[in-house]
């Protein structure tokens, strides 16, 4: 089992950055892929990003490419996804996940934290 906890959500102004931070206990990370989805009132959950076992690919989602960097840090077990140029279209909550495949699809990522929610004013 793996236990994923984000922090680092917030309020932001448009144009403003945030840096969310996802750690995990129970099994180290390095063993999976890790992602960020996100999911806005009345929407359907959507990818944002992915990172694989290795660190060296990632995938960003077309709406937050060259504006957002997930990265891995195995030695704390984190994860974190670096928010910048925020837009009020990029107000959800925020879900990190772990997956040993190395996908977008969330209905295939076995393990889920509690989500943090982002809200960017405009």
């Known amino acids: 089992q793996v236990q994923l906890v984000e922090s680092g959500g917030g309020l932001v102004q448009a144009g403003g950055s945030l840096r969310l931070s996802c750690a995990a206990s129970g099994r180290t990370l390095s063993s999976y892929a890790m992602g960020w989805f996100r999911q806005a009132p009345g929407k359907e959950r959507q990818f944002v990003a992915i990172?694989?076992?290795?660190?060296?690919?990632?995938t960003y989602a077309d709406s937050v490419q060259g504006r957002f960097t997930i990265s891995r840090d195995d030695a704390k077990n984190t994860v974190y996804l670096q928010m910048n140029s925020l837009k009020p279209e990029d107000t959800a909550v925020y879900y990190c996940?772990?997956?040993?495949?190395?996908?977008?699809?969330?209905?295939?990522?076995?393990?889920w934290g509690q989500g943090t929610q982002v809200t960017v004013s405009s």
């Open positions: 996940a772990a997956n040993r495949l190395y996908t977008s699809s969330p209905g295939q990522y076995d393990y």
């Open positions: 990172v694989s076992r290795s660190g060296f690919t990632r």
